[in-house]
């Protein structure tokens, strides 16, 4: 594996920051600790331009080459989730309550390693634009970033991202072109019956009852309205009513979930007939109904020409046989879609091994993992920009 050497003593000192990320752990915005070492760390390194702020908490850095050329934008994600570590570790996290169960932390550490390895050496001719981003989880941080000017500001013209993957095998990579990842769409159903004794359900109007027949209804609209060989999931991932007193039929019942796909028509469609299924549902059981359909992210959306240049890099660090641009597209959702729409790019995985999945709360970034994703940033700067 040709990591450069200098990468690999990088790697150490990368791990303690990592480490440091993991034991406090913020979310969304609020990653003021985070963001603010992340700028200290890639001043200390020398970097051109420094700025902080972006997107509400984010921080930008400027590397230039040798000579002028191109820009390139490399995006971290540093936010992490409301999830209770269960791992002993001695960096485990410090905050009750918030982990870094989806590897932003490694994220973060990989691109600081990166940012360090290139200040020193500067074997390229363009300008490096090293993007540290906030609320990846739920919070739009990428469109915040956007929002505030981000492309425009410094000149950004392609932009790569990068996530690692547990059970891919570890540091090999992963793409494809086209959908990658899944738009994610949120919803909250609140029904309103009327409530009374369980023993006298017919002067009741059981809003249980309908919610379970929603519940039902709503798969069809994947099962018979989908493509077989296109992909959407409906999800219900909560369903709160009633007490704990068995004998009472509630008044209110509230269900919420997501919805998931790889097509934009596809995601226009289930909305439409989403809100056909759930009224319709509703009256038919004489329930009041009150639904709220969130648009979230879109689907991420690969390049073609970026993606596999983007592949040929990684080649180049792990062998030909350990890089598949022929991935199957994941369900989960990823803001680093507004990012690819705003400029041509690629998003690819990273494998983290055989540790516990992302959201889990027995997950860890796997710290020998930091060398294959510092020089494969360092190799896609190098080589999109040559000296």
Request: with cysteine.
């Amino acid at each position: 594996m040709p990591i450069i050497n200098r990468v690999a003593e990088i790697a150490d000192e990368a791990a303690e920051w990592r480490r440091d990320f993991h034991r406090h752990p913020e979310l969304l915005y609020e990653v003021h600790r985070t963001s603010a070492r992340v700028a200290e760390l890639l001043t200390s390194f020398g970097c051109d331009e420094v700025v902080t702020g972006l997107g509400r908490t984010g921080v930008v850095a400027v590397v230039h080459g040798r000579a002028p050329g191109r820009t390139l934008g490399l995006r971290a994600d540093m936010d992490a989730l409301p999830i209770t570590e269960t791992r002993v570790s001695d960096h485990a996290s410090t905050v009750p309550g918030l982990m870094h169960a989806c590897g932003h932390d490694g994220h973060t550490a990989m691109l600081l390693g990166a940012a360090r390895h290139l200040t020193e050496t500067r074997n390229f001719a363009g300008t490096a634009v090293l993007i540290f981003q906030p609320a990846e989880e739920g919070g739009a941080g990428a469109k915040a970033m956007i929002d505030d000017g981000l492309m425009e500001r410094f000149g950004i013209e392609e932009v790569y991202g990068m996530h690692n993957m547990p059970g891919l095998e570890l540091g090999r990579f992963a793409t494809r072109t086209g959908a990658i990842m899944a738009a994610s769409n949120t919803f909250e159903i609140r029904l309103k019956g009327h409530g009374g004794h369980a023993a006298k359900p017919h002067i009741c109007i059981d809003p249980i009852v309908a919610g379970a027949h929603i519940v039902t209804a709503l798969q069809a609209i994947v099962a018979r309205g989908v493509d077989p060989v296109d992909s959407a999931v409906v999800s219900i991932t909560r369903f709160h009513a009633g007490t704990t007193a068995n004998n009472i039929i509630p008044q209110t019942a509230v269900i919420g979930g997501t919805v998931r796909t790889l097509q934009e028509e596809t995601r226009t469609f289930i909305k439409q007939r989403f809100a056909d299924v759930v009224e319709g549902t509703a009256r038919a059981h004489g329930v009041e109904v009150e639904l709220d359909y969130e648009w979230g992210y879109p689907v991420v959306v690969n390049h073609p020409e970026e993606t596999e240049f983007a592949a040929s890099v990684a080649r180049g660090i792990v062998g030909v046989d350990e890089v598949s641009t022929e991935m199957d597209p994941s369900l989960g959702g990823e803001d680093f879609a507004y990012m690819l729409q705003a400029r041509p790019g690629a998003f690819l995985f990273i494998g983290n091994g055989p540790t516990a999945g992302l959201h889990h709360p027995d997950y860890d970034f796997d710290d020998r993992l930091l060398p294959y994703g510092i020089s494969f940033w360092v190799k896609l700067v190098e080589t999109a920009l040559p000296t």
